[in-house]
């Protein structure tokens, strides 16, 4: 498994923050840690929930390339609830929810 995790950490750019704690990374570090996480068991899909809520905009964007460099590689589903259209934009699918309905 710890093989596994530092390929993960490797391939999202972060196999030299492998000893770091949470709060010595930076905000889209953590982000990538997450992305990682998520990856760890293989899941046929993953959910993500804002993942860019929390970041300025160029690391959003890179964490949105992250989204789709992913899906290429290793041929990963990602299923992404955002309010960032420039997000949804860059999606192959894009629906809208409004008043709790999908439009």
Do not use: Y
Not at 90 to 98: A, E, G, I, T
């Amino acid at each position: 498994m710890r093989k596994q995790a530092e390929e993960l950490l490797a391939l999202l750019g972060l196999s030299h923050r492998i000893e770091n704690k949470p709060n010595q990374l930076s905000g889209g570090e953590q982000q990538r840690v997450a992305v990682a996480r998520a990856l760890i068991n293989q899941p046929d899909i993953i959910f993500a929930d804002e993942p860019t809520g929390n970041l300025d905009t160029a690391h959003a964007r890179e964490l949105h390339q992250l989204f789709f460099d992913l899906r290429k590689q290793l041929n990963q589903t990602f299923l992404i609830v955002t309010h960032n259209e420039e997000l949804a934009g860059l999606s192959d699918r894009v629906l809208h929810m409004k008043d709790g309905a999908v439009e």
